[in-house]
T-cell receptor, first 112, second 110 residues
Framework: DVKVTQSSRYLVKRTGEKVFLECVQD?????MFWYRQDPGLGLRLIYF???????EKGDIPEGYSVSREKKERFSLILESASTNQTSMYLC???????????FGSGTQLSVL | QKEVEQNSGPLSVPEGAIASLNCTYS??????FFWYRQYSGKSPELIMF????GDKEDGRFTAQLNKASQYVSLLIRDSQPSDSATYLC??????????FGAGTRLFVKA
């Protein structure tokens, strides 16, 4: 059974903290993505990666960075968490350009 | 900016009826189209994809694509209470990006 695993289901952090969200996939996919989901706004792409050490900005990259040192792992970093980054964060991967996305179970992040 | 538009709903249908969900997209160059279902508190899961104009059927689900009108729809026949969820329309936005609509909430009343 294919899997995308996110390290935390719920996370509570304080304003200004550095936050790491980890994602691991076991499908040998080249492409990995980080989305955030907010009520009424749908899923918005933060960053994606099409290869190890390669990254591209999505639609809302401000305040975020990413790291992809190994093919199976894609990390999202909040350098200095702010309250407006409270959201559901979803990691996803896919095999090719026109292929479907496989999602992790999501991390609900609250920044207080 | 490339966009995908959906009616947010909620759409309410009685059990056994046909639910019709609609989506429009702005990028004429889009080649692949997806419908994801998302239950409350869960992550999205793919239920249909379509690449060519016309209809594609899978069980109770039919996806319809009209590239000339930049329109994608999802029909759910014999709707069940278990179909109550948010349905996300998604479009390949060029390269590796997938662009999502905000989703339509569907309620199926028993």
């Amino acid at each position: 059974d294919v899997k995308v695993t996110q390290s935390s289901r719920y996370l509570v952090k304080r304003t200004g903290e550095k936050v790491f969200l980890e994602c691991v996939q076991d499908m040998d996919h080249e492409n990995m993505f980080w989305y955030r989901q907010d009520p009424g706004l749908g899923l918005r792409l933060i960053y994606f990666s099409y290869d190890v050490k390669m990254k591209e900005k999505g639609d809302i990259p401000e305040g975020y960075s990413v790291s992809r040192e190994k093919k199976e792992r894609f990390s999202l970093i909040l350098e200095s968490a702010s309250t407006n980054q409270t959201s559901m964060y979803l990691c996803a991967s896919k095999a090719g350009e026109d292929e479907k996305l496989f999602f992790g179970s999501g991390t609900q992040l609250s920044v207080l | 900016q490339k966009e995908v538009e959906q009616n947010s709903g909620p759409l309410s249908v009685p059990e056994g009826a046909i639910a019709s969900l609609n989506c429009t997209y702005s990028d004429r160059g889009s080649q692949s189209f997806f419908w994801y279902r998302q239950y409350s508190g869960k992550s999205p899961e793919l239920i249909m994809f379509i690449y060519s104009n016309g209809d594609k059927e899978d069980g109770r689900f039919t996806a319809q694509l009209n590239k000339a009108s930049q329109y994608v729809s999802l029909l759910i026949r014999d709707s069940q209470p278990s179909d109550s969820a948010t349905y996300l329309c998604a479009v390949n936005g060029g390269g590796f990006k997938t662009i999502f609509g905000a989703g339509t909430r569907l309620f199926v009343k028993a």
